[in-house]
């Protein structure tokens, strides 16, 4: 006998009770049900308050609130999560064959609970600003055609995905080393899920993938919201896109013609041939669109013209008041001197696209056309740029032929050393716009530097996102909210340090008018003041511009120092190269008598097309899935269940964009 308590060997030979409680919370049985519950509980909550899935909400018709669409939803997003979650711990399970089944558990709690929501987290936050609408053509949009412009745009946002991923995988390193100290590494390991029970409730669910979206019901649209659906769907699509069109036999857009690539959604329709190529509207039957102006001179001795853009300006700035002052005073001086005209459409609802469109004045301009910056040269102006964005960027002055004829060019890139902010990407270069007020004065600040007219283009960059940067003074926010504090739930913070940012582009106006004066050329000179495009302000649950058609995304302002009695509401932005022309060869300006029409994404493979004006105020034809949306009332149809007037607006729309393509195809 060594002296020690017979009992000794038995009592070290009982588990911890932490160990046993933690071997019961990990046994397979258990773990997988609860996390897959858990996991699908929080997609589906998230997704009812993102997008009102079962309970309906502002212009979404296609809730999935009857009997037969729930049942329809529940089988195939059960058969998602069912198929996607015995997958994952097949491959806990067998990676874990040597290990004793809590690891199985634990690395399938991770992998299928953690990556899961992580993945909802990102994806909500991301449509929180910029809708589901949003694509990889709509993020190179954002960064004026580049890509790596886009990402460096959302830099910090991407930094703390990043961080937020390695902090999770760090977690997961802790957590692991922490349960194999507690829990050894004896024990049977996990039984793995046999292969053909796997491949059956993959084959299942791709016989549902196949079926519930030909049904055409809410119960198609409201899966392809799902992670999981969604992503196998489009993967499905790209594996049974035969004939290379970017169209398979899964998702909402079924290609009919899988091994014709002349015959798909989106196909160029070929009018008068008795084919539906493109599967809307029936047969193109061309119908007219605006003509642009062909290049014109004016006399040398004309007015001087300037033109101010301020980003992202919505057209409800004119009479916008906020603790019952006016949010942009010098603007309505102005509208109210001559005329001030809401709305003004832009086409494509993007910044480079929008500035082409109204120095050129068509809806797809290219090198070479016709601007005012070319006419007005020829005509002997003199050309001025004083811009606090960079003018490369999208090849805005490439297209317009900007640098090419001014005679001063000062932009965002030129000023570099100036900018507001840290940000990288071309596309975020800031500069205040009383840095541009002094580069006036420097060029154009003595009476002899008005020898002959001259042509200048501001633009007035505050206004867009994130809505503030030093020296922007504190009018109607106090203090602006920081780009990282900017948050649905903070809305009418957001309003506020929005409409702050408008103000001070507003007082820059104010300044630049009394300078005109001063110089003795205000009554010498047509002010044309626009936004580029409009903004949604989390008003529908988005924060941003040219994500959807909508009159907060897309709609601005004109105000101008000139009566104009020949033009009237609704304009398009593209419309402003002809009011100038028409004043400086004293023609009456009038508006071309279309409809304005407007797209997402390139004109030739849009998202959404959409046209204002309409009996139903503005009609939008989401391509992408098939879905058709009226202003008036607000509600949302699939396009193949439109009858009557709704059809007719539809089909409407999609002669407008067939018949602009075929004008662009033909030039």
């Given amino acids: 006998m060594d002296g020690r308590p017979e009992t000794t060997t038995t009592e070290t030979t009982q588990p911890h009770p932490l160990r046993r409680a933690l071997a019961r919370l990990l046994r397979p049985a258990w773990i997988v049900p609860v996390v897959t519950l858990a996991v699908s509980a929080a997609e589906l ?18 809730a999935v609130d009857t009997p037969g669409e729930i049942l329809l939803f529940a089988l195939g997003y059960g058969a998602a999560q069912l198929t996607l979650a015995l997958t994952a711990y097949a491959l806990c399970a067998w990676l874990n064959r040597r290990r004793p089944a809590w690891a199985a558990s634990f690395h399938f709690a991770f992998l299928f609970g953690g990556v899961n929501l992580g993945a909802l987290i990102a994806s909500y936050q991301l449509h929180s600003y910029f809708s589901d609408a949003v694509d990889y053509a709509l993020l190179k949009q954002l960064g004026g055609g580049s890509f790596r412009d886009a990402l460096l745009f959302g830099k910090n946002e991407i930094l703390v995905g990043i961080a937020a991923a390695l902090g999770f995988c760090l977690v997961w390193w802790v957590l692991w080393r922490l349960a194999k100290r507690l829990l050894g590494s004896e024990g049977a390991p996990a039984a793995v899920p046999r292969g053909r029970r796997v491949a059956g409730a993959w084959l299942a669910w791709l016989v549902l993938l196949a079926a519930i979206p030909r049904t055409g019901g809410d119960a198609a649209l409201g899966l392809e919201r799902m992670l999981g659906w969604g992503t196998a769907d489009k993967l499905a699509a790209m594996a049974t896109d035969f004939d290379g069109d970017g169209y398979g036999l899964f998702g909402l857009r079924i290609d009919s013609h899988p091994f014709d690539a002349s015959r798909h959604p989106l196909a160029l329709d070929i009018p008068g041939n008795g084919i539906d190529e493109d599967e809307y509207g029936g047969d193109l039957k061309l119908v007219p669109i605006p003509r642009p102006r062909p290049f014109t001179l004016v006399p040398a001795q004309g007015p001087n013209v300037v033109m101010v853009v301020m980003e992202s300006t919505r057209g409800d700035v004119l009479g916008k008041r906020i603790d019952g002052r006016p949010v942009a005073p010098n603007i309505e001086a102005i509208a109210a001197q001559g005329a001030g005209i809401v709305p003004s459409y832009s086409h494509v609802g993007f910044t480079t696209a929008s500035l082409k469109a109204i120095f050129a004045g068509r809806l797809d301009a290219r090198p070479g056309d016709p601007s005012l910056f070319s006419e007005l040269k020829k005509s002997g102006y003199g050309v001025n740029v004083f811009s606090g964005q960079p003018e490369d960027f999208g090849d805005i002055s490439a297209t317009v032929g900007m640098r090419r004829n001014a005679d001063r060019f000062v932009d965002a890139e030129v000023l570099r050393d100036k900018r ?83 103000a001070h582009s507003d007082a820059a106006l104010g300044a630049l008018v009394a300078r005109l004066k001063a110089l003795g050329q205000w009554d010498n000179t047509i002010l044309l003041v626009s936004g580029d495009h409009g903004e949604s302000l989390f008003e529908d649950g988005f924060l941003g511009h040219g994500h959807i058609i909508n009159h907060r995304q897309f709609a601005t302002f004109l105000a101008i120092n000139r009566p104009l009695p020949g033009v ?39 998202a959404i ?14 391509l992408d899935r098939g879905e058709t949306c009226f202003a008036q009332p607000a509600h949302c149809r699939r396009y193949a269940s439109l009858t009557g007037a709704e059809k007719q607006a539809a089909d409407a729309l999609v002669a407008r964009w067939g018949s602009e393509r075929w004008a662009a195809r033909r030039r």
């Fill in 45 to 62: 909550a998230i997704a009812d308050r993102k997008y009102g899935l079962f309970t309906g909400g502002f212009g979404q018709a296609n």
């Fill in 420 to 502: 507001a902010s840290a940000f990288a990407a071309q596309g975020s270069l800031l500069v205040d716009e009383n840095v541009l007020l002094a580069e006036f004065d420097r060029y154009l600040g003595k009476p002899a530097d008005w020898a002959r007219p001259q042509f200048i283009y501001f633009n007035f960059q505050s206004p867009h996102f994130p809505y503030d940067h030093p020296g922007v003074e504190h009018r109607f926010a106090h203090p602006p909210l920081a780009r990282a504090a900017i948050s649905a739930e903070r809305r009418g913070e957001v309003e506020r340090t929005y409409w702050n940012a408008v």
């Fill in 609 to 622: 097309i959409g046209m204002a004006g309409t009996p139903f105020g503005i009609v939008s034809l989401r």
């Fill in 568 to 606: 009237t509401p609704p304009l398009v932005i593209s419309d402003y190269r002809g009011i100038v022309l028409d004043l400086l060869t004293h023609r009456a300006p009038q508006r071309d008598p279309f409809q304005p029409f407007m797209h997402i994404g390139e004109l030739d493979e849009p």
